[in-house]
């Protein structure tokens, strides 16, 4: 049955060619631009597949890829940390990017993560037939027996097309499709009524909510409206740069203090003199050091999509591409920690400069410089809030760049407090949801901790 035609019309694979188009196909999407450009889709693509065509249905539930692929601990609450759900979602919409570019193609396997599931499916689409202007579609997942797919071979060229079983051998064993009962019509008038019904109340409870709502409640959505609700939001953290001791210089000091019982950890600070050398080996650079204030206003920024039950998608330090950042809308947090942030705010009104100040215009008609003083352990922090519905990446920007992290999360906070951001937008001219606008906030910070928050300037253009 290799190769074999039926009808004329499908052509039934052997059980090597379906596991050698799988694996072909996989490697096609993994190493085209539309993947090429995230690991983490790329992991969770080939995870799927892996699992799908093996018929491991337990470990394509959502905690167990969070376990498996994103490193999760087995406790994480799936419902705070969506991550599966948001990079899921990223993952069909790359399926979908790749396949319009190789729409072309006469013939090929195409792999497909039906939304509301984490199992593959894979289709046959064959233009190499008769009838060269009809695509036929060979579903691998349905389970088909010899008998009714000879059966079905003797229907005429002009009937629908025949799907015939992908079969898979050794590493890719058959798949398995779930059997879904039929509806009566009865039941089908009832389901359609209940959605009705269900609609229109709905509808009547959101209307009431929202006429409940104050003025300030409904200028805080209009705020986030332009990146809520619509699809999953990149979260994108900037990660400082900084020089981690050796293990080798660790070691050493280890055994010159007498110190091996705490084993190899680094939870302890080696007691540097004034004249002591440290040679150059002994110090590993790393660009993936978070600060404080800057996973507080993740997690607020995480807390607020959740509130609009938008899915978002976690990213720090190099782990991002301009692709990502044109294919879906952006959360940056991070001011000189974040090469993004500098990249999109260096023509805008208000910028960072100098690692310590905030500028306005190429005159530097205003600065606002960040001070503390050790003595009090009091200072004062400045961030610029950037809202960009026209941005250079084509799609909607919202950029927290504090000067150091104090002020990244007391920005958040300021974002997410309807009374505090609805006085700030209440005096603005009508249109300002359609236009590019930036805040310059300031903090006072007391002993580490971000305080009082206030407004320094705004600009909307």
């Not at 999509?305 to 990502?324: E, H, K, M, S």
Request: charged share 25%; proline share 4%.
């Amino acid at each position: 049955m290799n190769g074999r035609t039926l009808a004329g019309n499908v052509r039934r694979p052997s059980v090597e060619q379906g596991a050698a188009s799988i694996e072909k196909a996989l490697a096609e999407v993994l190493g085209g631009t539309s993947f090429r450009s995230s690991p983490q889709c790329q992991a969770l693509l080939r995870y799927i597949v892996e699992q799908s065509v093996t018929h491991h249905d337990e470990l394509l539930r959502e905690r167990m890829i969070g376990i498996n692929v994103f490193g999760r601990p087995a406790d994480y609450d799936t419902g705070n940390d969506p991550v599966v759900r948001s990079r899921a979602a990223e993952v069909r919409k790359r399926l979908a990017q790749h396949y319009l570019q190789h729409d072309h193609r006469p013939e090929a396997l195409r792999i497909e993560i039906p939304s509301g599931s984490y199992r593959a499916i894979f289709t046959v689409l064959d233009r190499t037939l008769e009838g060269a202007d009809r695509t036929i579609k060979v579903r691998a997942d349905l389970d088909l027996s010899e008998e009714n797919t000879n059966r079905n071979a003797t229907h005429g060229a002009n009937e629908h097309p025949v799907p015939a079983q992908v079969p898979v051998a050794q590493d890719f064993r058959r798949l398995a499709s779930p059997r879904y009962p039929k509806i009566g019509l009865s039941w089908v008038r009832w389901l359609a009524g209940s959605v009705l019904v269900a609609t229109v109340l709905l509808t009547a409870g959101l209307f009431t909510l929202r006429q409940g709502r104050t003025p300030h409640q409904r200028l805080y959505d209009l705020f986030w409206a332009a990146i809520v609700n619509k699809q999953s939001v990149l979260v994108v953290i900037g990660a400082n740069h900084a020089y981690f001791l050796s293990d080798d210089f660790l070691d050493r000091y280890r055994r010159e203090h007498r110190l091996q019982s705490l084993g190899r950890g680094r939870e302890f600070f080696p007691a540097i003199k004034e004249g002591d050398k440290i040679d150059e080996n002994d110090l590993v650079p790393t660009n993936s050091l978070i600060g404080f204030g800057d996973v507080a206003a993740a997690a607020r920024i995480a807390s607020i999509l959740t509130r609009f039950n938008t899915p978002y998608d976690f990213r720090y330090g190099n782990n991002i591409a301009v692709g990502d950042l044109q294919s879906s809308p952006t959360i940056l947090i991070g001011g000189f920690s974040n090469a993004w942030t500098l990249e999109v705010m260096r023509h805008l009104p208000f910028r960072l400069e100098g690692g310590d100040r905030i500028v306005e215009g190429v005159e530097r008609k205003r600065v606002w410089i960040t001070q503390s003083d050790p003595g009090t352990m009091r200072g004062d922090d400045y961030a610029i809030v950037t809202r960009l519905n026209d941005s250079e990446t084509g799609n909607f920007v919202l950029v927290i760049a504090g000067i150091d992290t104090y002020s990244n999360q007391a920005s958040a906070e300021f974002l997410g407090d309807a009374n505090r951001l609805g006085n700030l937008l209440q005096p603005l001219s009508n249109g300002w949801q359609q236009k590019n606008m930036q805040i310059v906030l300031h903090t006072t910070v007391v002993a580490h901790v971000p305080a009082v928050v206030s407004v320094e300037a705004v600009k909307v253009w």
